[in-house]
Structure formats: structure tokens, C-alpha cells
């Protein structure tokens, strides 16, 4: 489905209003976003909503003025610099900005409002085969409740930026099929791989963008690979990256990756943070497949 445009816009001067305080700017940061527990300090970020959710946004108090822009939906000023948006009705992609006043910064959120899971049949979402999820969440934990929606995919969508560096086509099902294709992810999972990309970048790799071997599986494909059913990638919240020559020794092998999975260790997982917390695990290459480094988000360490 395509972007929606009829536009809606409040200001957010720097005077409190009812409800929650928004929170205080970061130094050295301009507009970063917050929403749904998390901080993107990038230009883009995107979000993943039911059709009429409500969406709470705030950017950093002590910037100045702030307009605060949807092109759909129902959108209310709850405090200085926040916000909190209504989704529209209607499945697809929305896009909801905030702009300082003297024009110099702004921050874009992607929202898609989701095909709700109930609409599922046999296994099926509008001819696409999804599978079915396992019944009951692993060790009751709600990281793995199946998903309330999934995000439609199209020709005109598939190439949207969901972050700088990252699209939503990165993240289809490796199973083929025709469009409409379905895919489901989490933000926190998005926020880490860019999070991950500018510390690949900090520590002096020259890594243009990741290259997504294996992102979302429906449980379809996840069954026919032979994954484990409770796989990260069944939830949108894991990534395989292939990687690049990380230590610049002309070959592209597993040393490589336990670069990159070190990045991860080290410089990107908070253990004071659990939306950073998740899963690393290197691998080899193989006849079908170069190295590649898992990452995931699951609220908590994992390592293999």
C-alpha cells in the first residue's frame, strides 16, 4: 500500500502541557526520537502499530520549537516536544515527522499499520504462507507470543528505507512467492542494527551497510530449513549478516565474523539496557553461504 499524504501538524513550543514530560536532549544530539521504550538517534526510524493504535513520540526538551507533522491518523500534543498519534484504520505505510523550527533538523518516522494476525486461514495471509506459530510463548516469556500483526510488503513498499542504512525488501522471507508478501519486525532489533553499523564505523571498518542474509522466516520456511520453532527470526528480531573483510587480510572467512560478533560484544550490547540484550552466534562459511554473524534481540544474553 502507498504512502499516505493528507498531512496534519502541531507545534510544540517549549511550554509544558498536560501529561507525561518529554525527555531531556542527550548532548551533542539534536532530534532523537523516542518511542515504544526506545531512543533513534538516526534520521529515520520506523514503527510497527495496529490499525487504530495509539503511538506515544517525544522529542528532547531545550531544542527549541518543534513541529510535529503526520500525513494520516489523529495526532494530540501531550507535553513539550510530545506527542501521541492514532493510526488510521487502514493498513500501509504513514509517515509521521518531527521539523526544529529553523528547519535545520528533522527526524522521520516510517509508521506501518499492520494486517492484523486474525486475518491468517489455513496457515495463509492473502495467499502467502505464513505457517503457524507455536501456541504458547517460550517459557511464558512475551518476546515469543506469535505476533499481533505483520507488515504487507508490495512492489512500491519493498524498497522504502525503514533506517539509513536498512529496507524493509532486506527483510522478506527467503521463500519466494508472489507480492503481497508479509513480513513481521520488531524496532528494537532495527535500532540495534544501526546502533551496530555506526560502532562497526567508529572502530575504523569501512562497511558501507549490512548485507541482511536471512531476516524475517515466516514459520513456514523456518519448519522447511529445519530452524528450531522458536527461532528470533520467526519474531523479526534477528538478523544473519554476512560479513565483510573485517581485518583487511584479503579474505572473507570466520575470523572475520568473530570481528564483527566482538563489535556486537563489546561496543553495542548495554547489560543496563535490556532492549539491547539478545543473541550473538559467529558461523563459518559454508558451500552455500559466506560468514556470517547472527545478531537478535530476545531481552536478554545468549551466546553460541
Known amino acids: 500500500m502507498g504512502l499516505h ?14 501529561g507525561a514530560a518529554a525527555p ?84 522521520t518516522l516510517h509508521a506501518f499499520v499492520m494486517v492484523p494476525a486474525a486475518a491468517v486461514r489455513d496457515g495463509y495471509l492473502n495467499g502467502y504462507h505464513i505457517g503457524r506459530y507455536p501456541a504458547a510463548p517460550l517459557h511464558g516469556l512475551a518476546a515469543y507470543r506469535p505476533p499481533r500483526g505483520f507488515v504487507e510488503v508490495t512492489p512500491e513498499n519493498e524498497n522504502v528505507y525503514l533506517t539509513p542504512h536498512l529496507q524493509l525488501g532486506q527483510f522478506v522471507t527467503k521463500q519466494g512467492g508472489s507480492f503481497p508478501k508479509y513480513v513481521v519486525l520488531d524496532e528494537r532489533l532495527l535500532v540495534k542494527l544501526e546502533d551496530l ?40 528480531a534477528a538478523a544473519d549478516i554476512l560479513v565483510d573483510d573485517m581485518n583487511r587480510d584479503g579474505r572473507i572467512d570466520g575470523q572475520d565474523a ?36 547472527h545478531v537478535d534481540v530476545r531481552g536478554f544474553r545468549a551466546r553460541w
Not at 499524504?5 to 498536560?18: F, S
Not at 513520540?57 to 501521541?84: I, K, N
Not at 522466516?217 to 519474531?235: C, E, L, M, Q
Open 258 to 293: 568473530a570481528v564483527l560478533a566482538a563489535v556486537v560484544e563489546h561496543r553495542v550490547e548495554d547489560p543496563a539496557h535490556r532492549a539491547s540484550l539478545g543473541g550473538i552466534g559467529a558461523y563459518p562459511r559454508t558451500a552455500t553461504h559466506g560468514p556470517f554473524v
Open 197 to 236: 553499523l555506526d560502532q562497526v564505523h567508529r572502530a575504523g571498518y569501512d562497511v558501507r551497510r549490512f548485507r541482511i542474509m536471512s531476516g524475517y522466516r515466516t514459520p513456514y520456511y523456518n519448519h522447511a530449513i529445519g530452524n528450531v520453532a522458536y527461532s528470533r527470526h520467526i519474531y523479526g
Open 5 to 18: 499524504v493528507n498531512a496534519i501538524c502541531l507545534v510544540a513550543l517549549p511550554l509544558a502541557l498536560a
Open 24 to 107: 531531556a536532549a542527550a548532548p551533542g544530539a539534536r532530534l532523537p526520537l523516542h518511542y515504544k521504550g526506545l531512543v533513534s538517534s538516526t534520521p529515520l526510524g520506523a514503527a510497527f502499530v495496529m490499525p487504530g493504535e495509539t503511538l506515544a513520540v517525544a522529542v528532547p526538551v531545550g531544542v527549541g520549537e518543534v513541529r510535529f507533522e503526520a500525513t494520516a491518523g489523529s495526532l494530540t500534543a501531550t507535553a513539550a516536544h510530545a506527542w501521541r498519534w492514532t493510526a488510521p484504520t487502514a493498513p500501509g505505510m504513514y509517515r509521521l515527522r518531527a521539523v526544529s523550527a529553523d528547519l535545520r533538523d528533522t527526524v
